[in-house]
């Protein structure tokens, strides 16, 4: 966990990976939960057995939206932004699904400030969000979060 120390703090790590979550292993019970919570019930996320004979991966694989929403968890186990009042979600840029994640794959995600706009008492920090899993070279999915902090 990478504790920064307020706004002035935060200009240590432009251009610099802040850090990586541990991983996090991606249950068939999350998916489920996820097409319920947002109502994709697309077969290759929910049905094991139709993936085995159809899908080319064989088995059931996370929605993509799935994987960006982990986004929060992992962050707050990288880092955390102390001596401000406020941290506010300002929005995606970029977002790319580049491979799927399997049902049973270990995901973390890596966390690269990319970008810094500061004024008197506030920063507009952009965030490079790698998704990664466990024995594949290749991001999962790669994204620009946009943050907002006031001090």
Request: with cysteine.
């Amino acid at each position: 966990m990478v504790i920064i120390n307020g706004l002035d703090d935060i200009e240590n790590y432009l251009g610099k990976e802040i850090g990586m979550s541990p991983w996090h292993k991606v249950t068939q019970e999350q998916i489920n939960k996820f097409a319920e919570a947002t109502g994709d019930f697309q077969w290759i996320h929910t049905d094991a057995e139709r993936c085995k004979l159809e899908s080319p991966f064989k088995t059931t694989i996370a929605h993509g939206y799935l994987t960006l929403s982990m986004a929060p968890h992992f962050m707050e186990q990288i880092f955390k932004v102390e001596n401000v009042s406020m941290g506010i979600n300002y929005g995606l840029n970029k977002v790319r699904f580049t491979s799927h994640v399997p049902v049973n794959s270990n995901l973390r995600l890596r966390v690269k400030l990319t970008e810094l706009l500061r004024k008197e008492y506030t920063a507009k920090m952009t965030l490079k969000l790698t998704f990664e899993i466990e024995g594949q070279d290749k991001a999962v999915c790669v994204a620009e979060s946009l943050a907002l902090l006031k001090a």
